[in-house]
């Protein structure tokens, strides 16, 4: 009951130090609440909906003739195959798919269309509530890709083709696409009825296949992929595995809860330095109690167990408060990955995970509570009644004397002056200023590299102004020709680069082969940046993809074997580069291509100076249908668009945590050293010093503690904050990311913004300097 009666006094008398530290511990409680909580769902979602579709563990795309009865013969013999079965996908061009309400079709996406029946074994298409579709006739069900992106609502009518070839459906179904559902993936399925899927076949002809496989056993992966792609198989496209599919599914929803535990810690180690500042003060200020207290004989214990009762009852209100805050924030962050991967049921992790974290918050604060209150060892009775002459005494440094001020306006020159001479009181602020500038400027440099045509480069692409693909279709090599001799003949193109994207073997050292994904062509044309070394340069080089280079174990200057034209050709690695497609794994080299294996074609081109490049898009696409043609904006809108969305949120709400941390800290760190200061304030203001004269020189102090913050963060940001975002992307193919910063908000808005908060609060926060007099200060 004592304890109570100290706590509700001193809660009283601090109210505003209390909330704030209140404040920090609830954010930090609920962000370590909300994304501990974010990973355990994101993984059960994937988990769940893995489940429910039956992902398969391998899948061969294949393009072109296919022979079913050997991959059954194959498939029956080979002990470690659960389930085989193929898929057979009608390829649309996206000029006869119009999906929007003004009828536009879709021939400027990047996205490869195909349409499918439900799968018989594995493999299926789900609802929203993750329920195996089965359609009637003259129904369809869309990518939740496209429902997004389009707005397509339920009983909304989409038409397929042109005159003779054309169909509509009427929209009853949003499917998730276990393998498909990430915007990364440029493949969508739509789904039809059986009877309106062989309607289709006869309209469009053109074909696909997935060759997809489930396992005995997962483990047995590596060795079923060699085992297929050695006894001559199909491949006349891709392969990817479960593995993948898990990777890019999770992959935005896996950065945003990355970044939403990096805040929370970053708070928690403000939430700390206040309670630092806040505790000391505390007992600077209580000196007379504390020595009251030390001379009736009250024991040591005692003393510190009313000032940490004090913060625990504080935190663990915060905690408790941040961590049922989280339990409503939590579908908010989670509404995208719902939509696209469901919710799967709450276990008991999801409630003990969260707890187990904000608690571990409550612990570290009032271990460092703990460590903190040491201090009383070093306080005697007698030393606690001169603390008030040693707080004196501290302020005759001498150094930087009014004599040296020069022209500077002497308000302005004793708030900059207090700085130095008190940066032992003032550090604090300016770390915690730093921490909140790295804290705002690093999501907006993150969102400005994503939305960059720059980060293009991580996509293993180089820079140009257009990009045309074109995959699997009928008489593909003389359409390729054709572009080709097309664009070289067309005057407005600068520059062009075709590249042709097939699969090579490579002999391992222990004799065996493994297939490698090998772009060829000329690289020099649009070269890529590389994290070491260069683009191959001649028929003897290769460069590696950065996920490939660690997974097979080289490096500059090693050698590998690959099998080129019937005969076996020693290869040195020339450069690693970064890549997020093909799941990370490629390569480059200026060889032959393999013409039995071609995955993809692809060309490059740059058009002159005063080309419209939007206009010749638009040519293009409908020159060369059924090639994709892209510009490098739309490239990445389409692919990144949904994470880029994400991160937006994310640096909008970073940006209000910012300047929240400015806000508060300011007001609590100004009226603890204004309370500090009384008695110099009223010596000042009987010197003649104005309450506008006071405010100056506070103002010019916290401006310059953010000066030097915002300095230390924008550094610290381009450093450490560049190897952390590295870090949070390599897993997907990218060793090391360029920040690539947009002054208009990392140097201008964001400081402005910073500045007016601290300014704008420092203002309040000094008002009650008018009431420190000679006067009052004699009455005390």
Same mark, same amino acid.
């Given at each position: 009951?004592?304890?109570?009666?100290?706590?509700?006094?001193?809660?009283?008398?601090?109210?505003?130090?209390?909330?704030?530290?209140?404040?920090?511990?609830?954010?930090?409680?609920?962000?370590?609440s909300s994304g501990s909580r974010m990973v355990l769902e994101l993984n059960?979602?994937?988990?769940?909906?893995?489940?429910?579709?039956?992902?398969?563990?391998?899948?061969?795309?294949?393009?072109?003739?296919?022979?079913?009865?050997?991959?059954?013969?194959?498939?029956?013999?080979?002990?470690?195959?659960?389930?085989?079965?193929?898929?057979?996908?009608?390829?649309?061009?996206?000029?006869?798919?119009?999906?929007?309400?003004?009828?536009?079709?879709?021939?400027?996406?990047?996205?490869?269309?195909?349409?499918?029946?439900?799968?018989?074994?594995?493999?299926?298409?789900?609802?929203?509530?993750?329920?195996?579709?089965?359609?009637?006739?003259?129904?369809?069900?869309?990518?939740?890709?496209?429902?997004?992106?389009?707005?397509?609502?339920?009983?909304?009518?989409?038409?397929?083709?042109?005159?003779?070839?054309?169909?509509?459906?009427?929209?009853?179904?949003?499917?998730?696409?276990?393998?498909?559902?990430?915007?990364?993936?440029?493949?969508?399925?739509?789904?039809?009825?059986?009877?309106?899927?062989?309607?289709?076949?006869?309209?469009?002809?053109?074909?696909?296949?997935?060759?997809?496989?489930?396992?005995?056993?997962?483990?047995?992966?590596?060795?079923?992929?060699?085992?297929?792609?050695?006894?001559?198989?199909?491949?006349?496209?891709?392969?990817?595995?479960?593995?993948?599919?898990?990777?890019?599914?999770?992959?935005?929803?896996?950065?945003?809860?990355?970044?939403?535990?990096?805040?929370?810690?970053?708070?928690?180690?403000?939430?700390?330095?206040?309670?630092?500042?806040?505790?000391?003060?505390?007992?600077?200020?209580?000196?007379?109690? #504390?020595?009251?207290?030390?001379?009736?004989?009250?024991?040591?214990?005692?003393?510190?167990?009313?000032?940490?009762?004090?913060?625990?009852?504080?935190?663990?209100?915060?905690?408790?408060?941040?961590?049922? #805050?989280?339990?409503?924030?939590?579908?908010?962050?989670?509404?995208?990955?719902?939509?696209?991967?469901?919710?799967?049921?709450?276990?008991?992790?999801?409630?003990?995970?969260?707890?187990?974290?904000?608690?571990?918050?409550?612990?570290?604060?009032?271990?460092?509570?703990?460590?903190?209150?040491?201090?009383?060892?070093?306080?005697?009775?007698?030393?606690?009644?001169?603390?008030?002459?040693?707080?004196?005494?501290?302020?005759?440094?001498?150094?930087?004397?009014?004599?040296?001020?020069?022209?500077?306006?002497?308000?302005?020159?004793?708030?900059?002056?207090?700085?130095?001479?008190?940066?032992?009181?003032?550090?604090?602020?300016?770390?915690?200023?730093?921490?909140?500038?790295?804290?705002?400027?690093?999501?907006?440099?993150?969102?400005?590299?994503?939305s960059s045509t720059g980060f293009i480069s991580y996509m293993g692409i180089?820079?140009?102004?257009?990009?045309?693909?074109?995959?699997?279709?009928?008489?593909?090599?003389?359409?390729?020709?054709?572009?080709?001799?097309?664009?070289?003949?067309?005057?407005?193109?600068?520059?062009? %680069?075709?590249?042709?994207?097939?699969?090579?073997?490579?002999?391992?050292?222990?004799?065996?082969?493994?297939?490698?994904?090998?772009?060829?062509?000329?690289?020099?044309?649009?070269?890529?940046?590389?994290?070491?070394?260069?683009?191959?340069?001649?028929?003897?080089?290769?460069?590696?993809?950065?996920?490939?280079?660690?997974?097979?174990?080289?490096?500059?200057?090693?050698?590998?074997?690959?099998?080129?034209?019937?005969?076996?050709?020693?290869?040195?690695?020339?450069?690693?580069?970064?890549?997020?497609?093909?799941?990370?794994?490629?390569?480059?080299?200026?060889?032959?291509?393999?013409?039995?294996?071609?995955?993809?074609?692809?060309?490059?081109?740059?058009?002159?100076?005063?080309? %419209?490049?939007?206009?010749?898009?638009?040519?293009?696409?409908?020159?060369?249908?059924?090639?994709?043609?892209?510009?490098?904006?739309?490239?990445?809108?389409?692919?990144?668009?949904?994470? #880029?969305?994400?991160?937006?949120?994310?640096?909008?709400?970073?940006?209000?945590?910012?300047?929240?941390?400015?806000?508060?800290?300011?007001?609590?760190?100004?009226?603890?050293?204004?309370?500090?200061?009384?008695?110099?304030?009223?010596?000042?203001?009987?010197?003649?010093?104005?309450?506008?004269?006071?405010?100056?020189?506070?103002?010019?102090?916290?401006?310059?503690?953010?000066?030097?913050? #915002?300095?230390?963060?924008?550094?610290?940001?381009?450093?450490?904050?560049?190897?952390?975002?590295?870090?949070?992307?390599?897993?997907?193919?990218?060793?090391?990311?360029?920040?690539?910063?947009?002054?208009?908000?990392?140097?201008?808005?964001?400081?402005?913004?910073?500045?007016?908060?601290?300014?704008?609060?420092?203002?309040?926060?000094?008002?009650?300097?008018?009431?420190?007099?000679?006067?009052?200060?004699?009455?005390?």
């Open positions: 009951m004592m304890l109570f009666k100290i706590f509700r006094k001193e809660l009283s008398r601090k109210k505003v130090s209390m909330i704030v530290i209140f404040i920090f511990i609830m954010l930090s409680s609920l962000l370590i059960n979602a994937l988990d769940a909906l893995f489940r429910a579709a039956k992902v398969p563990h391998f899948v061969q795309m294949h393009s072109g003739y296919l022979d079913h009865q050997k991959l059954k013969d194959w498939s029956d013999e080979n002990q470690i195959i659960d389930e085989m079965q193929i898929v057979e996908m009608i390829s649309i061009d996206g000029s006869s798919l119009f999906l929007s309400e003004n009828k536009e079709s879709e021939e400027n996406s990047i996205m490869d269309i195909s349409f499918v029946k439900q799968n018989k074994s594995f493999d299926f298409l789900l609802d929203k509530e993750n329920r195996i579709i089965q359609l009637p006739k003259g129904e369809i069900g869309i990518p939740i890709y496209y429902a997004q992106q389009k707005n397509i609502q339920f009983g909304d009518f989409i038409k397929v083709g042109t005159g003779d070839k054309e169909q509509e459906f009427r929209v009853t179904e949003i499917i998730r696409d276990a393998q498909m559902n990430p915007a990364i993936v440029h493949s969508k399925r739509f789904l039809l009825n059986d009877r309106d899927f062989e309607t289709m076949r006869t309209l469009f002809p053109e074909t696909e296949y997935l060759i997809e496989f489930r396992l005995t056993d997962e483990d047995n992966l590596e060795r079923f992929t060699n085992d297929y792609l050695s006894q001559g198989m199909p491949q006349k496209g891709p392969t990817v595995d479960h593995r993948l599919f898990k990777v890019l599914n999770g992959l935005s929803d896996g950065i945003v809860a990355m970044i939403i535990n990096l805040l929370s810690l970053l708070l928690i180690l403000i939430a700390v330095l206040c309670l630092r500042f806040t505790v000391i003060t505390a007992i600077e200020e209580d000196y007379r109690e #504390i020595a009251v207290m030390k001379a009736l004989g009250m024991p040591q214990r005692k003393i510190k167990q009313i000032y940490l009762f004090k913060y625990m009852a504080v935190g663990g209100a915060a905690t408790i408060s941040g961590y049922l #805050i989280s339990l409503s924030t939590n579908r908010f962050l989670m509404a995208n990955s719902m939509d696209y991967l469901g919710k799967a049921a709450s276990g008991v992790l999801s409630v003990v995970i969260p707890l187990m974290a904000v608690s571990s918050i409550f612990l570290f604060l009032i271990s460092s509570v703990i460590l903190i209150l040491r201090r009383f060892k070093t306080i005697s009775a007698i030393q606690a009644f001169q603390a008030e002459e040693k707080m004196e005494r501290s302020w005759k440094i001498k150094t930087w004397t009014l004599k040296n001020s020069g022209a500077m306006n002497i308000n302005l020159f004793m708030g900059i002056r207090d700085v130095f001479v008190r940066f032992k009181n003032y550090g604090l602020l300016t770390l915690i200023y730093f921490i909140a500038s790295f804290i705002t400027i690093l999501p907006v440099n993150f969102l400005s590299t994503i180089g820079r140009s102004d257009i990009r045309i693909d074109l995959h699997q279709t009928e008489n593909i090599k003389e359409r390729f020709k054709y572009m080709i001799d097309f664009l070289k003949q067309d005057s407005e193109i600068d520059l062009v %680069s075709p590249l042709i994207t097939s699969q090579f073997s490579m002999i391992k050292e222990n004799g065996e082969s493994e297939h490698l994904t090998i772009e060829t062509g000329d690289f020099t044309l649009f070269p890529l940046d590389y994290i070491e070394g260069r683009e191959p340069q001649n028929n003897r080089e290769i460069a590696l993809s950065y996920l490939n280079s660690q997974d097979l174990n080289k490096a500059m200057g090693d050698i590998l074997i690959l099998e080129v034209e019937g005969k076996k050709q020693e290869m040195v690695v020339c450069g690693v580069y970064q890549d997020i497609t093909n799941g990370g794994h490629t390569a480059k080299a200026s060889i032959p291509y393999n013409r039995d294996k071609v995955l993809w074609y692809t060309l490059s081109l740059d058009m002159k100076p005063g080309i %419209s490049i939007e206009e010749k898009v638009g040519e293009y696409a409908k020159l060369f249908t059924p090639a994709r043609v892209t510009d490098l904006d739309t490239y990445i809108s389409q692919t990144l668009g949904n994470m #880029i969305s994400k991160v937006r949120k994310i640096t909008i709400i970073t940006i209000l945590i910012g300047l929240t941390i400015v806000t508060l800290i300011t007001s609590l760190f100004l009226r603890m050293m204004i309370c500090r200061d009384k008695d110099r304030i009223a010596i000042m203001r009987s010197l003649g010093f104005s309450l506008r004269h006071l405010h100056l020189q506070y103002l010019s102090t916290t401006l310059l503690l953010l000066l030097m913050g #915002i300095i230390g963060g924008t550094i610290f940001t381009n450093t450490a904050g560049q190897a952390f975002i590295s870090v949070l992307v390599s897993f997907i193919g990218v060793a090391h990311i360029q920040l690539i910063i947009n002054p208009l908000y990392s140097s201008f808005l964001l400081p402005v913004l910073l500045t007016w908060a601290v300014a704008f609060t420092t203002v309040l926060s000094i008002t009650g300097i008018k009431d420190y007099t000679i006067a009052a200060a004699v009455a005390e």
